[in-house]
């Protein structure tokens, strides 16, 4: 794809203009890496008849200064950058220039960062594991000597499962901490730790958009692992939507923004937390385990709310 300017929209590649030259809604997806998902979103589009923009961020020169990107942009963007911080500039600027963008800048900022995750949670009463935040690996050892373990420590700032690690004792968690400092990563000194909540070899992944679960799923870890990510092999059945769950996701959602979201949450004997919330959500493991064309469905949301 050659390179776009941000007010040249020619150079896009468009979905669906010939089939609907009369169609009074025009939506654009930004992605930097085409997957399962922007594919499943061009085929919808194809079958609904919409007009997609497909623009690469990669390849896009911004003008930060234009008023006006409607005639470039159509009615509505979906930003699906896979780079929490490529996807947030982005919409940064459409936001400025006057797009609507889903998630919107705020939603993507929050759920992009695990401690304000947290902290927009908390704010809302919404159940979550307990959670602590250290800044030194002092403080953060003796956050976890308190709390017990096991625990788990995340980096704020990450996704598929990468550097998560379970603490199962003060030793370990001295190696950890010890590595983390080492690694020239000024996010990873922040220490954000979770107490390792008691619950099946699985958690519950919600695709919610705008007020609606359109799917639920159990991921379930893989033989030998206790992480539930389906890039590293977890499987995907099923879950049934009860109104505790509902109740649970739809509260979450809200909590940080709503939009087109993953909200993940584990089984305690307490009853369901969130544990993540997903912002640039990936969903074929959710199509695939339960028949949902989530794809039709976010393209239906964004029909929606473009008339508003």
């Known amino acids: 794809m050659e390179n776009v300017i941000l007010k040249s929209p ?34 919808a589009a194809k079958r609904k008849r919409i007009k997609i923009n497909l623009i690469d961020a990669k390849n896009t020169s911004f003008d930060i200064n234009s008023e006006d990107l409607s005639e470039a942009y159509g009615d509505i963007v979906l930003q699906r950058c896979i780079s929490y ?4 500039h982005v919409s940064a600027i459409l936001e400025k220039n006057g797009m609507k963008v889903v998630n919107s800048f705020d939603t993507t900022s929050i759920c992009g960062n ?36 096991p625990a788990v420590i995340k980096p704020v700032i990450g996704s598929w ?21 080492q690694m020239g990563n000024s996010l990873l000194q922040i220490h954000y730790i979770q107490e390792m909540v008691k619950r099946p070899p699985r958690d519950i992944r919600t695709i919610v958009v705008g007020d609606e679960i359109t799917a639920a799923i159990y991921r379930s870890s893989p033989a030998g692992s206790w992480r539930t990510n389906v890039a590293l092999g977890a499987t995907t059945t099923a879950c049934p939507i009860t109104s505790e769950l509902e109740d649970a996701a739809l509260k ?18 307490k009853g369901n937390v969130v544990h993540e919330i997903n ?8 199509e695939s385990g339960t028949g949902v064309d989530i794809a039709s469905k976010i393209l239906e949301y964004l029909t929606k709310i473009s008339k508003k």
């Open 10 to 43: 020619r150079s896009s590649v468009k979905i669906g203009e010939s089939e609907t030259p009369s169609l009074a809604r025009t939506f654009s997806i930004i992605f930097d890496r085409t997957r399962w998902e922007e594919k499943a979103l061009i085929k």
């Open 114 to 149: 695990k401690m304000l995750t947290s902290l927009a949670l908390s704010k809302a009463k919404v159940p979550t594991p307990k959670t602590f935040v250290a800044f030194t690996p002092e403080t953060a050892l003796q956050t976890l000597d308190e709390i017990g373990y």
């Open 252 to 269: 979450a959602a809200k909590a940080v923004g709503g939009g087109i979201l993953a909200v993940d949450l584990m089984e305690s004997p």
């Open 279 to 286: 912002s640039t959500i990936e969903f074929r493991g959710a």
């Open 85 to 88: 911080f490529r996807g947030l």
């Open 161 to 181: 499962g990468r550097l998560v690690a379970p603490i199962r004792d003060r030793a370990t968690a001295e190696a950890i901490l010890e590595h983390r400092e």
